[in-house]
């Protein structure tokens, strides 16, 4: 078993010049396309308007609220739940928009919270809203 070091068979090395061919055109194909890739865009924004939109007052909406205890309040009127369904038809019946606010305290059991938007719901509400603090 003797090698020989200069004979004309064949070699197993890796050729590794076309790899590095082939990695510096797609970098230089990399470096040319990034600057056209990266155009801004001209965006004309529209510029802000002057108009005070009034806030809507309280006095018509439907704000349901629920304390702590899981007591409801209908505008700040006590109601049973029993009677909610009853009571919020009645609002709802005479309104276009069919919107109820819940104020809801943080401590509230909120199976009961969704039992109610639930009353809600079929009483003739079609959208419900959650007010926040702040």
Do not use: C, W
Request: no cysteine.
């Amino acid at each position: 078993m003797s090698f020989s070091s200069g004979g004309a068979g064949v070699r197993s090395d890796i050729n590794i010049t076309p790899l590095v061919d082939v990695v510096l055109v797609l970098l230089i194909i990399f470096m040319v396309m990034t600057p056209t890739l990266l155009k801004e865009l001209s965006v004309v924004v529209p510029e802000k308007s002057d108009v005070q939109i009034a806030t809507p007052t309280t006095s018509d909406q439907v704000i349901i609220a629920m304390s702590r205890e899981n007591k409801i309040t209908v505008n700040q009127e006590p109601i049973d739940q029993g009677a909610l369904a009853d009571r919020i038809h009645d609002l709802m019946a005479a309104r276009t928009d069919k919107l109820v606010f819940f104020d809801i305290d943080d401590e509230a059991d909120y199976g009961e919270v969704v039992h109610v938007m639930d009353i809600a719901r079929g009483a003739g509400a079609k959208t419900l809203g959650i007010m926040t603090r702040n």
